[in-house]
Each structure stands twice: as structure tokens, then as C-alpha cells.
């Protein structure tokens, strides 16, 4: 596989780096058939598999109507992936369509459903805040860390990489001031295709298959298919890509748990389209 041109910062880091040795690409198919047989339904998905984060598949009927509980040890990410339903917060109401990202932050009172005769799928990320977190958060935009985070993902702000195409679509649906050391986004291509080999060692990092994703995964020797509706962990400190076969499509969310704050330097990588 041959490595697209990239930046004299990204260089510095693949080629400083040690690659790990070979090794498997820990993923996970969500059973997207669940259906209204149960009001409820919770799945752990890649138990253990980064330290502090933990991620749940979740699926309600419109009987249920979820009461979001604040947790004062964790930060909460919810990422809806199918299904439609309503969102009410401070006497508001939002519509929850596929791709939608809430965090809740302070928010105390915020309840969500899914419409009738739907079943809505989410995937709930926590992620455990430290007391280094907690000095740090201090520094963010305020309404940044009070205010509930709602967004669209085709509604979010759009970047460039030089690891990817100029035919990529990428677009940052959570940037990294609301959590710390946290940042999400998607991209979106049409094969053939790639997201260049790198390596992020300050970084651990877990992909989500989106909607007709049909991409391949590559971590060193190690490659998987990486199917809709899948979560994968990419294997610490290895150089990974993502390709995807003509007439193909690759698009995925992508979630960045950096080991401290100075690795946040990595997203001065991305940058924003005028």
C-alpha cells in the first residue's frame, strides 16, 4: 500500500513511531434487526477495549421514553443512527433523525422517544473524566460545558486532511472544547478510494460503520471489512487506512480519545474549508 502525501507533521510522527507487530482489528457487528419485541434493549459493545470509555448499542420503542441521568464522573455521547424520534430539553423539542449527535453537558432535564411505530438506535458513549479533565474543562467557552450539544451530522462544520482525497467529504461533529480529550467526526467518499496510512500514537481511536458503508480497514498486516452499523477499535500506535472498492461507499464516524491534552495538537491537521 503506498502512503499519500501528508504533512511534515504527520510524517514526523509515522516514521518516529513504532509500528506494533501484527495483529487483529477488534470489531463489532450491532444487531441493527432488533425490533419492537422488547421496550428496551441495552448491548455493551467492545468491552474494556479503551481504558475509561465505555459504549453501549441502545434501542427504545415509543412505549419508552428515556430520562437522561447526569453523571458528574463521566461525560455522555449520544450518537443516534437509526430510527426517528423526538428530543424535549428546557421546553424545546428537536427532531431525532439518522446522524444525530447530542450531548447533554448540565443539562438536567432532557427526555427523548422514538415516534410511533419506530425503533430508535443509539449508541451511548461514556467517557470517564479525571481530575485533570476536570481542571481542564475549566478552560473551555462556557456554553460550551452548560448548554446541551445537539447537531445533525450533515449540519456540522466541514475540513480538509491531506490523507484523504479532494473528493472526501469530512466533517467535525464533535470538536474537541465540549469533552476533554475527546473529538468526533465523519467522512464520506465514493470508491475507489482511501484515507491515507498513519500513525496517531497519542491517540486511541474507534471507527463506526455509518449507512452503506462497505470499507476495508488496514492496522499494519491486519485488515478486516468494515460493514454499516459497526463499531472496530483501531489497534494503539499501528498504521491504519481505510479504503473502499469503485462504486463503493466509505463513511464512517471517527472518535478520537487522546491520552492527554498536548496530543490535540493531531487535529491542527484538519483543516477548514472557506
Same mark, same amino acid.
Given at each position: 500500500m503506498k502512503l499519500k502525501s501528508i504533512s511534515p507533521y504527520l510524517t514526523a510522527i509515522l516514521f518516529s513511531s513504532t509500528a506494533l507487530s501484527a /495483529?487483529? &482489528?477488534? &470489531? $463489532?457487528?450491532?444487531?441493527?434487526?432488533?425490533?419492537a419485541t422488547k421496550k428496551e434493549q441495552s448491548t455493551p459493545v467492545l468491552i474494556n477495549e479503551i481504558e475509561g470509555v465505555s459504549t453501549e448499542h441502545i434501542t427504545i420503542n415509543s412505549d419508552v421514553t428515556k430520562k437522561v441521568k447526569i453523571d458528574k464522573k463521566?461525560?455522555?455521547?449520544?450518537?443516534?443512527? $437509526?430510527?426517528?424520534?423526538?428530543?424535549?430539553?428546557?421546553g424545546k423539542t428537536y427532531d431525532i433523525v439518522p446522524e444525530t449527535i447530542m450531548l447533554p453537558n448540565n443539562v438536567k432535564h432532557i427526555t427523548f422517544k422514538a415516534n410511533k411505530d419506530e425503533v430508535l438506535h443509539y449508541l451511548k458513549?461514556?467517557?470517564? /473524566?479525571?481530575?485533570?479533565?476536570?481542571?481542564?474543562?475549566k478552560t473551555?467557552?462556557?456554553?460550551?460545558?452548560?448548554? @446541551?450539544?445537539?447537531? $445533525?451530522?450533515?449540519d456540522c462544520e466541514s475540513y480538509t486532511e491531506p490523507i $484523504?482525497?479532494? /473528493?472526501?467529504?469530512?466533517?467535525?461533529?464533535?470538536p474537541n472544547k465540549y469533552i476533554p480529550r475527546v473529538a468526533m467526526g465523519t467522512v464520506k467518499t465514493i470508491g475507489p478510494?482511501? !484515507?491515507? =496510512?498513519? !500513525?496517531? =500514537? @497519542?491517540l486511541e481511536q474507534l471507527f463506526l460503520g455509518l449507512d452503506n458503508n462497505q470499507a476495508i480497514v488496514h492496522a499494519d498486516? =491486519?485488515? !478486516?471489512?468494515?460493514?454499516?452499523?459497526?463499531?472496530l477499535h483501531i489497534p494503539l500506535g499501528s498504521s491504519h487506512s481505510v479504503s473502499v472498492n469503485a462504486n463503493q461507499e466509505l463513511y464512517y464516524v471517527w472518535m478520537d480519545f487522546f491520552l492527554d491534552k498536548d496530543g490535540e495538537k493531531w487535529l491542527e491537521t484538519h483543516n477548514k474549508e472557506e
Open positions: /495483529q487483529e &482489528i477488534p &470489531i $463489532k457487528n450491532l444487531d441493527m434487526s432488533l425490533a463521566h461525560k455522555t455521547i449520544y450518537l443516534f443512527i $437509526k430510527g426517528y424520534g423526538e428530543l424535549t430539553s428546557e458513549i461514556s467517557v470517564h /473524566q479525571t481530575e485533570l479533565d476536570r481542571e481542564y474543562i473551555f467557552p462556557k456554553e460550551n460545558t452548560e448548554n @446541551m450539544y445537539f447537531a $445533525k451530522f450533515t $484523504k482525497s479532494p /473528493q472526501t467529504t469530512s466533517r467535525t461533529i464533535l478510494d482511501a !484515507v491515507g =496510512a498513519h !500513525v496517531h =500514537a @497519542m498486516e =491486519a485488515q !478486516v471489512d468494515f460493514p454499516p452499523y459497526s463499531l
